[in-house]
């Protein structure tokens, strides 16, 4: 049993998808241990993406994701953070797979609808950047 963060991005939660995201999640066995809003301030939105800090995009990425809520997930299930990743689908919309969440609903390489955690050390951190473990229900 694996755990994953999952993020409904702002142009998500705006365009009123939370619904249609976690109906996918649902729908292929995976689990919602723990769900919350947020709207991340700027300096929380630099904190989570820390490790991009020196790619060209950060502060736009950073401005983004505090710009509107957000919905946050723990997902859990057996190997959740590949499976995550594969219904997210690639990056970039333009690459993305059919049937993925960012073919269907991403609006651009950056306003990609989702967040998903891409390892189990990530996993972890972002899990705790969000959640005690008293708020995950397992
Ligand atoms: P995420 O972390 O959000 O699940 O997405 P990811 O692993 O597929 O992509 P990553 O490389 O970790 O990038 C994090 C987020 O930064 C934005 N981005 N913008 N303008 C650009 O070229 C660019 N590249 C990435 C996206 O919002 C991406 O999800
Ligand atoms: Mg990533």
């Known amino acids: 049993m694996e755990r994953t963060l999952s993020i409904i991005k702002p142009d998500g939660v705006e365009r009123g998808l939370v619904g249609e995201v ?3 999640f649902e729908k292929a066995g995976i689990r919602i241990a723990a769900m919350k809003m947020r709207h991340l301030t700027k300096k929380e939105a630099e904190a ?4 991009h800090r020196e ?3 950060f502060d736009s990425l950073t401005t983004y ?10 997902l859990e299930g057996d190997q959740v953070i590949q499976k995550n990743r594969e219904i997210m689908g690639a990056t970039n919309p333009a690459d993305a797979a059919p049937g993925t969440i960012r073919k269907d609903f991403a609006l651009d390489v950056e306003k990609n609808t989702v967040h998903g955690s891409d390892a189990p050390e990530t996993a972890q951190k972002e899990i705790a950047f969000f959640f005690s473990e008293l708020e995950i229900c397992s």
């Open 22 to 24: 976690i109906t996918r």
């Open 48 to 51: 989570f993406y820390a490790v």
């Open 55 to 57: 790619r060209p995009f």
């Open 65 to 74: 994701m505090s710009s509107g809520p957000v919905v946050v997930m723990v």
